[in-house]
């Protein structure tokens, strides 16, 4: 599954998981305390031009600015790709 990070702008998708890098990751529990949890429709909103890093997404009506290596844990499928399976 692509992540947050490979989603095109203003494409809606759905978190599929939240990928911890080892054992009691503070930044995977903080992705999820903010809200990026299975199910939830996600939203790249901008991407910085240069080596697109911050990117701006959207989860419900709150907007984050992640690094792309937050953004890299979060699996994503596209909404259109879900309704056609």
Do not use: W, Y
């Amino acid at each position: 599954m692509p992540a947050l990070s490979q989603l095109r702008l203003n494409t809606d998708a759905i978190v599929s998981a939240v990928h911890d890098a080892h054992p009691d990751d503070v930044v995977a529990r903080r992705l999820r305390d903010l809200g990026f949890v299975c199910g939830e429709v996600v939203r790249v909103i901008a991407v910085s031009p240069i080596g697109a890093d911050p990117i701006v997404v959207q989860v419900g009506f709150t907007r984050f600015a992640l690094r792309k290596s937050e953004a890299d844990r979060v699996s994503v499928q596209a909404i259109d790709a879900r309704l056609a399976a």
